[in-house]
């Protein structure tokens, strides 16, 4: 009998893309452009075609625009030279057979003068988020924000709508709204970071219209089934004052009951990283994904701390579409063929994470089980 069953390696159609298998490969900021232009390097693009046989690839976190920097050595989708260099990824993942969506992200009171020229950031609120970003003399608190203007919103959004035109310029397949805690779209949710008392602040629907108003925008580019956006509703560390608070499961709930309209490729939700209980969000401790899955009718994609295991069964719960992986991926470039032939998994380096150079990088071998 044939097993009707989802599989995790089995391929999957993702509206008119053909996915080898549902292993995603999440994004993952490396901080290996390492140039004052912050254009993707020929390093970069051996990296990423290390891991084509990904069903689909999810690029790092990548800069809409020079005000949303936060961090050192990452790359950016807003000038003409980055945009040849991103050419060079997307065809190296091609010719592997690989498919790969542009992560597209703006730190907002993440960022720090140091990476602005002196400038403040920009933010929905002019609240110190209590982060830390990373700037080139190591990590930085961060620093009190100037409040966006009303110019400085529609401004922002027309540059996600500009980035996502040169990503499909740049030869990507698709793109992926970068909105989990930390970035610009989070501060604008969070009832400690919005104290905005115009259409971008006070009720849920007012904090919550940028991301329709960046859709809007991206769709004008993009057709909607090849555009995706990356939540993560209850992360509690590394990032500051932007926590769980008590508006984030109804807030959630308005998002996606909206996003049912949009017919997006899919959302993508990380899961929960630590114990809730006792926190604003801990009816969400159990049943995490079933619960977002009750709400969104569309794809959905489960991230954080899967194994091959756990992402089979969270596929045959009917709770996700398809995983994604991060860590994993970094020491394991060969990760899927891994998973096919159950071999165990390499341990990657924190050390080399944002280290800037080959070691730690594109140095992990494929298993030495896998060489002919
Ligand atoms: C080194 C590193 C860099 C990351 N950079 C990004 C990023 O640029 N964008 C993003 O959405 N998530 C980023 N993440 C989070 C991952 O995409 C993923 O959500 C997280 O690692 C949990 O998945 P995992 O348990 O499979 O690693 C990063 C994680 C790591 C470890």
Redo the contacts with the bound molecule.
């Keep these: 009998m044939k097993n009707i069953q989802p599989n995790l390696l089995e391929e999957y159609q993702l509206g008119d893309l053909k996915l080898k298998n549902r292993v995603v490969m999440?994004?993952?900021?490396?901080g290996r452009a390492t140039n004052p232009d912050l254009v993707p390097t020929s390093m970069m693009a051996e990296y990423y075609a290390q891991r084509a046989s990904a069903g689909l690839i999810?690029s790092?976190?990548t800069w809409v625009n020079s005000q949303s920097i936060g961090f050192i050595n990452v790359p950016g989708i807003y000038t003409e030279k980055q945009i040849e260099g991103w050419k060079i990824i997307t065809k190296a993942v091609h010719d592997k057979g690989g498919l790969i969506f542009l992560?597209l992200?703006h730190i907002g009171a993440g960022a720090h003068p140091d990476l602005q020229n002196g400038e403040l950031p920009i933010a929905p609120s002019a609240i110190n988020i209590q982060s830390q970003s990373f700037t080139p003399e190591g990590f930085k608190y961060t620093v009190t924000p100037r409040e966006m203007t009303v110019t400085d919103i529609q401004k922002t959004i027309q540059d996600y709508r500009q980035a996502a035109q040169n990503g499909k310029n740049a030869g990507f397949d698709g793109i992926e709204i970068?909105a989990?805690a930390g970035m610009l779209i989070p501060q604008f949710l969070s009832i400690a970071t919005n104290k905005r008392t115009d259409e971008y602040g006070g009720n849920i629907e007012n904090r919550a219209r940028i991301i329709f108003e960046i859709l809007d925008a991206v769709k004008e580019v993009w057709d909607s089934t090849r555009i995706a956006i990356?939540f993560?509703p209850v992360m509690l560390s590394n990032v500051g004052i932007v926590q769980p608070d008590e508006e984030t499961i109804s807030i959630f709930q308005y998002i996606l009951n909206k996003l049912n309209g949009y017919d997006l490729a899919y959302v993508h939700i990380?899961g929960p990283?630590e114990d809730l209980i006792g926190t604003p969000v801990e009816q969400l401790q159990e049943s995490y994904f079933k619960h977002f899955r009750h709400h969104y009718s569309g794809r959905l994609m489960a991230?954080?701390?899967?194994s091959k295991q756990t992402a089979d069964t969270i596929l045959k719960e009917g709770n996700a579409d398809l995983v994604?992986?991060?860590?994993?991926f970094?020491a394991n470039p060969d990760l899927v063929e891994r998973f096919k032939h159950n071999l165990p998994l390499s341990e990657s380096d924190r050390n080399t994470?944002?280290s800037g150079d080959e070691n730690g990088y594109i140095s992990y071998p494929k298993t030495v089980y896998l060489k002919s």
Excluded: C, D, M, W
């Design positions: 999440a994004s993952l900021t490396r999810l790092e976190g992560q992200g970068h989990i990356k993560s990380v990283s991230n954080l701390g899967f994604s992986f991060g860590e994993p970094i994470f944002y």
